[in-house]
Nanobody, 125 residues
Framework: VQLQASGGGLVQAGGSLRLSCVAS????????LGWFRQAPGEEQEFVAG????????LYADSVKGRFTISRDNAKNTVYLQMNSLKPEDTAVYYC???????????????????WGQGTQVTVSS
């Protein structure tokens, strides 16, 4: 599965962005999907995940209540709506597909099989 993330940019604190990740090469409807981020000098961090149907979601505590993950299997796309952005949300954001499961959402990067190229999100104070 090839994943292409987009939607990043520069936004002021308190603003919003919507990231998209389009899959090609294979349908993603059977896979759990996730968003991760990595800030300079930091380890990759799980942000949010969603089961194949969208019925189950999981969020990092740092983004809970501000970010919403969703998916449109007909469009082979997963989204991350980010509201009330903070400077500490600044990072490169990656989407990923876990082909090993469609229900269980894992937070470990090594569990994910396919990765997008990343999109930069910068939040100014």
């Amino acid at each position: 599965v090839q994943l292409q993330a987009s939607g990043g940019g520069l936004v002021q604190a308190g603003g919003s962005l919507r990231l998209s990740c389009v899959a090609s090469g294979r349908t993603i409807s059977d896979y759990a999907l996730g968003w991760f981020r990595q800030a300079p000098g930091e380890e990759q961090e799980f942000v949010a995940g969603i089961s194949w149907s969208g019925g189950t979601t999981l969020y990092a505590d740092s983004v809970k209540g501000r970010f919403t993950i969703s998916r449109d299997n007909a469009k082979n796309t997963v989204y991350l709506q980010m509201n009330s952005l903070k400077p500490e949300d600044t990072a490169v954001y990656y989407c990923a597909a876990d082909r090993g499961t469609n229900v269980v959402i894992t937070t470990a990067p090594y569990e994910y099989d396919d990765w997008g190229q990343g999109t930069q999100v910068t939040v100014s104070s």
